[in-house]
């Protein structure tokens, strides 16, 4: 095992991280310092009507007011249950459709044409049907979320497991590993940071089917207030509102990376 220093960049024992002062994180930061500078000092010159773009200042003071008037908890919480609820269904189905169709020749037979099928359809065209089979409560809007998030991971899982190397599989067979074992301590393993991209993919459309379904079918969430604050042209309620929206990208994408680091053993952080 390799232990040197290259440039920001420290390598000890196989593993690659990058210095703790590192130039790459003050560089994003910096960039978005930027682009809210310059957003900032635009509307303070009238460069850009507020109707059309207010001022980073007038979005988070109604951010501020929504947080104080109770109004962003309660959208936060009618979608976060239905975005958490959804993705945990549809990602958990992902990965046991997955999994099966990956190691069983018939069960690959069967559901490779179903998810060709359907997987290009967009999945918000399905909400009317669902509303009608499930009814306008949140049956119909979880239903919606958990099928968009089950594509990304179960594609994600059948072509981790297949790319298993053969060696793998061929080694632990000749120690005596069981077909069970094999998939559960080998193909599965392999596949972890295949499968956790997919779960990333299926985070980032939850999000955004949770948007177009309270747009289309509900009255409260995320999504039904940026539709509300639209139609009344309160521009910064609406931006407040995709500004939370793109919070919940962010923290869902370094939860997910956070547990890959924990789960997939050997990876760099």
């Known amino acids: 095992m390799a232990t040197g220093i290259r440039g920001d960049v420290v390598v000890i024992e196989g593993r690659v991280e990058r210095g703790k002062n590192g130039w790459v994180p003050a560089m994003r930061a910096a960039s978005l310092a930027g682009v809210v500078m310059v957003w900032e000092?635009?509307?303070?010159?009238?460069m850009v009507p507020p109707l059309f773009l207010p001022a980073p200042s007038a979005v988070a003071g109604e951010l501020v007011r929504m947080a104080l008037r109770g109004e962003l908890l309660q959208?936060?919480?009618?979608?976060?249950?239905?975005?958490?609820?959804?993705?945990?269904?549809?990602?958990?189905?992902?990965?046991?459709v997955g999994t099966v169709a990956a190691v069983s020749p018939l069960a690959e037979a069967l559901v490779d044409p179903l998810i060709a099928a359907t997987y290009p359809i967009p999945k918000i065209a399905l909400l009317p049907l669902l509303?009608?089979?499930?009814?306008?409560?949140?049956?119909?809007?979880?239903?919606?979320?958990?099928?968009?998030?089950?594509?990304?991971?179960?594609?994600?899982?059948?072509?981790?497991?297949?790319?298993?190397?053969?060696?793998?599989?061929?080694?632990?067979?000749?120690?005596g590993a069981s077909p069970l074992q094999v998939i559960t301590k080998v193909r599965f393993p392999s596949a972890l940071p295949v499968i956790f991209a997919g779960l990333r993919l299926a985070a980032g459309m939850s999000l955004l089917l949770v948007v177009s379904a309270e747009m289309i079918a509900a009255a409260t969430g995320i999504g039904f207030t940026i539709l509300h604050a639209g139609d009344l042209m309160q521009t910064p309620k609406l931006l407040a509102a995709i500004v939370v929206l793109s919070c919940l990208g962010?923290?869902?994408?370094?939860?997910?990376?956070?547990?890959?680091?924990?789960?997939?053993?050997?990876?760099?952080?």
């Not at 958490?84 to 046991?96: H, N, R």
């Not at 958990?146 to 061929?170: N, S």
């Open 75 to 96: 959208s936060l919480q009618a979608s976060l249950f239905r975005i958490v609820l959804g993705f945990f269904l549809g990602s958990g189905a992902g990965l046991v």
């Open 250 to 269: 962010v923290l869902s994408t370094w939860g997910l990376q956070a547990l890959e680091r924990k789960v997939v053993r050997g990876r760099g952080a």
């Open 41 to 46: 000092l635009s509307s303070w010159a009238g």
């Open 131 to 175: 509303v009608l089979w499930l009814g306008i409560g949140e049956a119909s809007k979880v239903a919606v979320i958990a099928i968009g998030a089950f594509f990304p991971v179960a594609v994600g899982t059948m072509a981790g497991i297949r790319g298993t190397d053969p060696l793998l599989v061929r080694a632990a067979v000749s120690l």
